[in-house]
């Protein structure tokens, strides 16, 4: 099922087009302006919004948009506005917009639009990279500039825990957890473990960084 967010002022197209995507059993989360959209994304996993350009208040939701994505917020974004300019559609796309359809518009076109973004967005976050690794969650295969390097579950899980949380502090309870998925993994075993991963890849021996007294941290 497909969370999506519609952002839309005009209530009579907004309450259209919610009805016809959830008729599609879509999950529909419709706002009339930006206020508490940004707290639906932090608590739900929404797959794409739907952003209309002309927003209340004189409000141009490009600006909202360009906000999300200097926040970190990376959730695929169509623009579905009146404004059809050829300058408008490239500001549209400088400014963060993953596609823009101008009004009037056909449904189903739109859907196709949303399911090619949802399926291409999936696939990306199917893949974790750091440098010149890159770590193949779906198929559990590793890449070091491109070439295919044989990993061990433990080396995978390692990998795959630390790309997950660059530049931040793991600790040792953590990473206990989350790559041996026990609480009770005394700490001479993941120093171990960690000792063989950096002597197995040299390139990232100083980005795995030991943070005296608290854990590690891959920057």
């Known amino acids: 099922m497909i969370k999506l967010v519609l952002i839309e002022d005009d209530k009579d197209l907004n309450e259209l087009l919610a009805l016809r995507f959830r008729a599609l059993g879509y999950e529909v989360f419709a706002f009339y302006e930006c206020v508490g959209v940004e707290r639906v994304l932090d608590e739900q996993d929404i797959d794409i919004l739907l952003v ?12 909202f948009v360009s906000n999300l994505r200097k926040q970190g917020y990376n959730e695929p974004v169509i623009f579905l ?9 490239l500001q549209g796309f400088e400014k963060g917009c993953d596609d823009y359809i101008t009004k009037p518009f056909d449904f189903n076109e739109l859907v196709l639009r949303i399911k090619a973004l949802v399926k291409r ?11 010149d690794f890159l770590l193949d969650l779906e198929n559990r295969l590793c890449f070091f500039k491109k070439e295919q390097i044989q990993l061990s579950s433990l080396e995978f899980e390692l990998l795959k825990c630390f790309f997950e949380n660059k530049n931040a502090v793991l600790s040792r309870e953590f990473l206990a957890e989350c790559v041996w998925d026990d609480t009770s993994t005394n700490d001479k075993t993941i120093n171990i473990a960690l000792t063989r991963l950096r002597a197995k890849f040299p390139a990232l021996k100083a980005h795995i960084q030991s943070i005296r007294g608290v854990g590690y941290k891959l920057c």
């Open 81 to 89: 506005t009146a404004k059809a300019l050829q300058t408008d559609i």
């Open 52 to 63: 209309d350009r002309n927003l209340p208040f004189g409000k141009d939701g490009i600006d």
């Open 121 to 131: 967005s999936k696939k990306e976050s199917e893949k974790l990279a750091f440098k």
